[in-house]
C-alpha cells in the first residue's frame, strides 16, 4: 500500500501519467444525479516497443531481401575478379622472370665485351713487350734490263 491517498488531486504523481477528471450525468426515472470521478491515466510504452520491434523486423526483412538477391551475381563477380588477380598477378611474375633474364643477359653480354677488351689488351701488351723478329735472308738483286740506249727529252723530269 502507498502513502499517497489515491483521490487527493493535489498528490505529485509519476512521469509520464496524468490525471483526468470525469463528470457524469445520469438522468433517470427516479432523477438526475451527478456523479465527479478521477481517474488517474498511466502512460505505457508497449505501444512504442511493439512498433519499434516491428520496424526492425521490417528493415531486416528488406535488408535480407537486398542481399539476397544479389547474392549470386556478387559470387559470380567476385570469381572473376579472382581469376583476374590471378592472371594479372601471373603475367607480372612472368614479366618479373623475363625481365630478370634480359638482366642476366645483358650481364653475359657485357661480361664477354670486358673479356676481349681484356683480351685485346693482353694481346697488345704481349706484342710490346716482345723482341722484334728478325727474319734474314739473301735477296738477290734484278740487274738492270738494258734494251737499248737510255732517252731523254726536254718534257721528261730532271732531277
Not at 519499434?52 to 523486423?57: C, E, F, R, V, Y
Not at 572473376?80 to 625481365?99: C, F, H, P, S, W
Amino acid at each position: 500500500m502507498t502513502h499517497y491517498d489515491p483521490n487527493d488531486p493535489n498528490r505529485p504523481l509519476p512521469p509520464g501519467d496524468r490525471m483526468e477528471t470525469v463528470d457524469t450525468i445520469v438522468v433517470g426515472p427516479g432523477g438526475v444525479s451527478e456523479t465527479v470521478e478521477t481517474v488517474v491515466v498511466r502512460e505505457s510504452n508497449t505501444g512504442w516497443w511493439i512498433a519499434g520491434i516491428l520496424a526492425a523486423l521490417v528493415l531486416l526483412a528488406v535488408l535480407w531481401i537486398l542481399f539476397a538477391r544479389g547474392e549470386p551475381a556478387a559470387d559470380d563477380a567476385l570469381l572473376d575478379a579472382r581469376l583476374d588477380a590471378a592472371e594479372a598477378q601471373a603475367q607480372r611474375d612472368a614479366a618479373l622472370v623475363q625481365g630478370q633474364v634480359a638482366g642476366a643477359q645483358a650481364s653475359v653480354d657485357v661480361a664477354r665485351a670486358n673479356a676481349a677488351a681484356a683480351e685485346a689488351q693482353a694481346r697488345a701488351a704481349e706484342a710490346r713487350s716482345a723482341p722484334p723478329v728478325v727474319i734474314e735472308r739473301e735477296v738477290p738483286v734484278p740487274a738492270p734490263a738494258q734494251t737499248g740506249p737510255a732517252v731523254v727529252s726536254p718534257t721528261a723530269p730532271q732531277n
